[in-house]
């Protein structure tokens, strides 16, 4: 069975930093490109970064040079390192991982974070 797990998430004063970790179980993560995305109030879902089997990675505008994705393929694990946080980082932070060959993605529970003063 497939299960994506996200933690880390909380809140962060603007300026600051945090880590959030996707668990994956099932044995797709060696063969998934893994997502991250997230979505504020109000808003539609949007892509903040990917990072592929390779372990190439591709960012949004808005968070590039902030936030870094990283995978664990000894813990089947992926991380959003986040910079820089601003306000407007707040949102519910989803992953997503779409396996290679396989007719469908799984996504996460999503995990809160929230920038303020």
């Known amino acids: 069975q497939v299960q994506l797990v996200e933690s880390g998430g909380g809140w962060v004063q603007p300026g600051g930093s945090l880590r959030l970790s996707c668990a994956t179980s099932g044995a797709i993560f060696s063969i998934s490109t893994m997502g991250w995305y997230r979505q504020a109030p109000g808003k539609q879902r949007e892509l903040v970064g990917d990072?592929?089997?390779?372990?190439?990675?591709a960012y949004t505008d808005s968070v590039k040079g902030r936030f870094t994705i990283s995978r664990d393929t000894a813990k089947d694990t992926v991380y959003l390192q986040m910079n820089s946080l601003k306000p407007e980082d707040t949102a519910v932070y989803y992953c997503?991982?779409?396996?290679?060959?396989?007719?469908?993605?799984?996504w996460g529970q999503g995990t809160q974070v929230t920038v303020s003063s």
């Open positions: 990072s592929a089997t390779d372990g190439s990675t």
């Open positions: 997503r991982a779409v396996p290679l060959g396989v007719p469908r993605d799984f």
